[in-house]
Nanobody
Framework: QVQLVESGGGLVQAGGSLRLSCAAS????????MGWYRQVPEKQRELVASITTGGSTNYPDSVKGRFTISREYGKNTVYLQMNSLKPEDTAVYYC??????????WGQGTQVTVSS
């Protein structure tokens, strides 16, 4: 069973920065696509960044140029650097680990609140 432990959320003023971390247990991190998603009440969870084993990244337009995802294989950890934060970035952020096929794992979520 894979465990994903997120950290780094909190309260920040608009224009500020935060860095989220997600540490994965087990030995499958090196074979997994990692992602960060976010969710606000009554809305669907949405992708904010993903990174493949080869380092290819993907971002929606809403965060492109402001958020950067990276991974550190030696620590089984994926990061999300968030700059120029906006109030609309306020959400619970979830780490995701995905393998080919049906294997899909989620962290417990970390709250990010951006004040105006």
């Amino acid at each position: 069973q894979v465990q994903l432990v997120e950290s780094g959320g909190g309260l920040v003023q608009a224009g500020g920065s935060l860095r989220l971390s997600c540490a994965a247990s087990g030995s499958i991190f090196s074979r997994a696509t990692m992602g960060w998603y976010r969710q606000v009440p009554e809305k669907q969870r949405e992708l904010v960044a993903s990174i493949t084993t080869g380092g290819s990244t993907n971002y929606p337009d809403s965060v492109k140029g402001r958020f950067t995802i990276s991974r550190e294989y030696g620590k089984n950890t994926v990061y999300l650097q968030m700059n120029s934060l906006k109030p609309e970035d306020t959400a619970v952020y979830y780490c995701n680990l995905r393998l080919p096929g049906p294997s899909n794992f989620w962290g417990q979520g970390t709250q990010v609140t951006v004040s105006s």
